[in-house]
């Protein structure tokens, strides 16, 4: 491993409790869930608290009595904080831009409350994990002398591209996106042209929608740089992969931060009725699904998705449509309710495949063959 990671466990006072501060997205609660259960696992003794937005909070509990409820699963607390949207966000009515500073004032004072009252009734909170795109959690951590973790969910090389992209490599970058054999050549990592980067990483426009990402990134770094300056250590960053895949990145990474590879985290198999209840979304019927996809042969089934965040246009999924129905392989194709959008007209009975409004993807990876999916690690590492 690049690192091992270790609980410190020999003081017989010492009752480690973990906060772990998710977004309100299934492919980074998965993730934290799978974790909050491997600690449970190396330390039983300890407690572990997942904080995700009030609004996902209770589309996971849909029964609770009040939507702050806390509830606890395989032993796994989850204590919701407010991040301004608690009725949920819609981005055809709502600014994304808004959005990240709505939550930056509001999310930092209810998570505050939460440690606050974690603490009144004897759990106080000895470690705080933040996964990806919520750096404000670290300012809370610092001024409550809390130790405070990075759970990268992408791959050590994202992590690289993305820490160098900001420390010299932006201006290089840009100053050659019209060049696409133009190549770069980043610490531990092949050379890259320019259309192996995040397409986000290369937009040179200010007004572009996707620059937004570009903000979202550079917070990561630049709350981890605030961290180091104040507690005059390199930041410690669990990350969801392991060393034999990516043994060539890790030790130049390693000069710059503590790198804990903890994966590969994931769905090992079908979820039991306790973990199902807690996904953002629900599975419409899922023994058609498994009906139907236990009828084709193993690893023959294309399955599609664009994951729980991503909106696509009508005009996008026609043309998935027709690019499914052309190939004539059979396929599941995941069309969440929220992005069925007006005057679509989807063949939810096609011959050769269905639609549904989300799946198990532990279950369906037995079956797939194929796959076209968002940008999510967690199924790279499933298919590993």
């Not at 973990?18 to 799978?34: E, G």
């Not at 909050?36 to 608290?49: D, K, M």
Request: proline share 5%.
């Amino acid at each position: 491993m690049a690192n091992e990671f270790k609980i410190e466990t020999n003081k017989p006072d010492q009752h480690h409790h973990f906060l772990i501060v998710v977004q309100p997205a299934q492919s980074h609660i998965n993730p934290a869930r799978y974790l909050a259960y491997r600690l449970l696992s190396i330390v039983p003794s300890c407690h572990v608290t997942v904080s995700t937005s009030i609004w996902a909070h209770s589309r996971m509990f849909p029964s609770l009595s009040h939507p702050n409820q806390e509830i606890t699963v395989r032993q796994v607390s989850f204590v919701p904080f407010s991040d301004g949207y608690d009725a949920g966000f819609d981005p055809s009515i709502h600014d994304s831009a808004e959005r990240r500073k709505r939550t930056k004032a509001i999310g930092p004072g209810s998570l505050s409350s939460i440690i606050d009252s974690l603490a009144e009734r004897g759990r106080r909170v000895t470690c705080i994990i933040q996964v990806q795109f919520l750096p404000w959690v670290v300012d809370i951590a610092l001024e409550r002398g809390v130790p405070s973790i990075l759970y990268w969910i992408q791959p050590v090389m994202g992590l690289s591209i993305y820490y160098h992209y900001f420390n010299s490599y932006e201006s290089i970058i840009l100053s050659h996106t019209d060049d696409q054999e133009f190549e770069v050549s980043i610490p531990g990592l092949f050379p890259l042209k320019m259309n192996d980067f995040p397409s986000f990483l290369t937009v040179t426009s200010h007004d572009h929608p996707h620059k937004i990402f570009v903000s979202m990134y550079r917070e990561i770094f630049e709350s981890l740089d605030l961290q180091k300056h104040v507690t005059g250590s390199k930041p410690k960053i669990l990350i969801n992969s392991f060393e034999a895949l990516e043994e060539g990145v890790l030790p130049s990474m390693k000069n710059y931060f503590d790198l804990y590879t903890i994966g590969p985290l994931i769905q090992s198999s079908a979820k039991n009725e306790e973990e199902k209840s807690s996904d953002i979304f629900k599975i419409d019927d899922e023994n058609k699904q498994m009906a139907w996809l236990d009828s084709k042969p193993e690893r023959s089934v294309v399955y599609v998705s664009f994951g729980g965040l991503t909106t696509v246009s009508k005009k996008q999924l026609e043309q998935v449509q027709v690019g499914l129905k052309d190939s004539e392989l059979p396929y599941i194709w995941v069309v969440r309710k929220n992005n069925r959008v007006e005057g679509l007209v989807l063949e939810e009975n096609s011959s050769n495949g269905i639609i549904v409004e989300w799946s198990d993807q532990g279950c369906v990876w037995i079956g797939v063959g194929r796959r076209e999916e968002g940008k999510k690690w967690e199924e790279v590492l499933g298919s590993v």
